[in-house]
C-alpha cells in the first residue's frame, strides 16, 4: 500500500488549480480582440521587414550595395530612414507579440487535433516564435546601438555547436531540419495551403486573387532561400568548416556566384516582397 505523506494531495491540488487557471488565462488572452489586433500590427512590422530584406537584396543584384540582405541588414536600413530609432523600437514591438502568439498557440492552441498531429503543430508553432523572437532581438539589438557587424551569429553558433560532442552531426540535422522547413513552405505555396490565414473575404475578388498570388511567390521565394541555408549548414557540417555556415545573407551571397546569379538573386528578392505584401493582406484579413 503506497503511503501518501499529508499535504502532498492539497498540494498538487493547487498545482492542478494553478495550471488550470494559467491555461484559461491563456485561451482567453489568444483568443481576445485586442490580441487580434495586436497581431495585426505585429503582421505589418514583419511585412515591412521582408519588403526592406527585398529591396537590400535586390540593390546586392546590381549594385555594389554592402550591406547584408538579412533580417539585420533590412534593419540597419530601417534606422538609418527619418524617424528610424522609433520604428526600429514598433518591429522590435510587434515581432515580440507575434512570438507571444506562437508561444500561446504552442501551449493553449490547436485544440481541434488529436494526439501527435497537435503536438507537432504546437512544435511548429514554438518554432515560429523563435524566428519572431530571433527577429525582435535582433531589432532592439539595433534600436539599443549594440548591434555590431562582426562575426556572423551563424558563424559564431555553428562554430559552437561544432565544439561539442557530436557537434557535426548536430550542425548537419539542424541543416537538414532547415531543408525540410524550406520544402514545406514551397508545398504551401504549391497546394494553396497558406491561404487558410485568409478569411473568405480576403480570398474573393480581384484584390484576393492578388493576395493569393503575393502568397504563392511569396511562400516559394521564402522555401528556397531557407532551403540554400539549410544547405550551408550541412556543408558544413560535412567539411567541419563553420565557416561554411551562414544565415539568409550567406545563401543569398552563395546565390549571387552562381551563372545568371544577380537575375535568380533578384527573383528570390522579389518573391520575398511578395512574401512582404502578404503579410500586409494576413494582418487586413487575419484569420487565425
Same mark, same amino acid.
Given at each position: 500500500?503506497?503511503? @501518501?505523506?499529508?499535504?502532498?494531495?492539497?498540494?498538487?491540488?493547487?498545482?492542478?488549480?494553478?495550471?488550470?487557471? &494559467?491555461?484559461?488565462?491563456?485561451?482567453?488572452?489568444?483568443?481576445?480582440?485586442?490580441?487580434?489586433?495586436?497581431?495585426?500590427?505585429? #503582421?505589418?512590422?514583419?511585412?515591412?521587414?521582408? #519588403?526592406?530584406?527585398? +529591396? @537590400?537584396?535586390?540593390?546586392?543584384?546590381?549594385?555594389?550595395?554592402?550591406?547584408? &540582405?538579412?533580417?539585420?541588414?533590412?534593419?540597419?536600413?530601417?534606422?538609418?530612414?527619418?524617424?528610424?530609432?522609433?520604428?526600429?523600437?514598433?518591429?522590435?514591438?510587434?515581432?515580440?507579440?507575434?512570438?507571444?502568439?506562437?508561444? #500561446?498557440?504552442?501551449? @493553449?492552441?490547436?485544440?481541434?487535433?488529436?494526439?501527435?498531429?497537435?503536438?507537432?503543430?504546437?512544435?511548429?508553432?514554438?518554432?515560429?516564435?523563435?524566428?519572431?523572437? !530571433? *527577429?525582435?532581438?535582433? &531589432?532592439?539589438?539595433?534600436?539599443?546601438?549594440?548591434?555590431?557587424?562582426?562575426?556572423?551569429?551563424?558563424?559564431?553558433?555553428?562554430?559552437?555547436?561544432?565544439?561539442?560532442?557530436?557537434?557535426?552531426?548536430?550542425?548537419?540535422?539542424?541543416?537538414?531540419?532547415?531543408?525540410?522547413?524550406?520544402?514545406?513552405?514551397?508545398?504551401?505555396? +504549391?497546394?494553396?495551403?497558406? !491561404?487558410?490565414?485568409?478569411?473568405?473575404?480576403?480570398?474573393?475578388?480581384?484584390?484576393?486573387?492578388?493576395?493569393?498570388?503575393?502568397?504563392?511567390?511569396?511562400?516559394?521565394?521564402?522555401?528556397?532561400?531557407?532551403?540554400? @541555408?539549410? *544547405?550551408?549548414? *550541412?556543408?558544413?557540417?560535412?567539411?567541419?568548416?563553420?565557416?561554411?555556415?551562414?544565415?539568409?545573407?550567406?545563401?543569398?551571397?552563395?546565390?549571387?556566384?552562381?551563372?545568371?546569379?544577380?537575375?535568380? #538573386?533578384?527573383?528570390? !528578392?522579389?518573391?520575398?516582397?511578395?512574401?512582404?505584401?502578404?503579410?500586409?493582406?494576413?494582418?487586413?484579413?487575419?484569420?487565425?
Amino acid at each position: 500500500m503506497k503511503l @501518501v505523506r499529508p499535504g502532498t494531495t492539497s498540494l498538487m491540488s493547487d498545482l492542478g488549480g494553478i495550471t488550470d487557471k &494559467a491555461q484559461r488565462a491563456g485561451r482567453d488572452t489568444n483568443q481576445s480582440k485586442w490580441f487580434d489586433h495586436a497581431i495585426r500590427f505585429g #503582421l505589418v512590422t514583419y511585412g515591412v521587414v521582408n #519588403l526592406l530584406i527585398a +529591396w @537590400v537584396a535586390l540593390q546586392l543584384a546590381f549594385s555594389d550595395h554592402s550591406e547584408n &540582405a538579412s533580417s539585420q541588414g533590412a534593419l540597419r536600413e530601417l534606422a538609418e530612414q527619418p524617424f528610424g530609432d522609433v520604428l526600429i523600437w514598433l518591429v522590435a514591438l510587434g515581432m515580440f507579440v507575434l512570438a507571444l502568439w506562437r508561444v #500561446l498557440e504552442a501551449a @493553449v492552441g490547436h485544440q481541434d487535433e488529436d494526439g501527435g498531429k497537435r503536438a507537432l503543430k504546437r512544435l511548429w508553432s514554438l518554432g515560429k516564435a523563435a524566428i519572431y523572437a !530571433a *527577429v525582435g532581438i535582433t &531589432a532592439l539589438q539595433i534600436a539599443m546601438g549594440s548591434g555590431s557587424s562582426g562575426q556572423s551569429g551563424s558563424d559564431s553558433m555553428t562554430q559552437k555547436m561544432m565544439e561539442l560532442p557530436a557537434g557535426q552531426w548536430i550542425v548537419g540535422a539542424i541543416g537538414l531540419g532547415i531543408i525540410g522547413y524550406g520544402i514545406s513552405q514551397i508545398v504551401m505555396a +504549391w497546394t494553396d495551403k497558406f !491561404a487558410e490565414h485568409l478569411t473568405a473575404e480576403g480570398k474573393s475578388g480581384d484584390s484576393g486573387t492578388a493576395y493569393l498570388w503575393f502568397g504563392k511567390i511569396g511562400y516559394c521565394a521564402k522555401g528556397i532561400a531557407a532551403g540554400l @541555408v539549410g *544547405v550551408l549548414f *550541412v556543408y558544413a557540417a560535412v567539411t567541419h568548416d563553420p565557416k561554411k555556415s551562414g544565415g539568409l545573407d550567406a545563401a543569398l551571397g552563395e546565390l549571387l556566384q552562381q551563372p545568371f546569379g544577380p537575375y535568380m #538573386l533578384a527573383a528570390v !528578392a522579389l518573391g520575398i516582397g511578395c512574401y512582404g505584401l502578404f503579410c500586409f493582406a494576413r494582418a487586413r484579413h487575419l484569420s487565425r
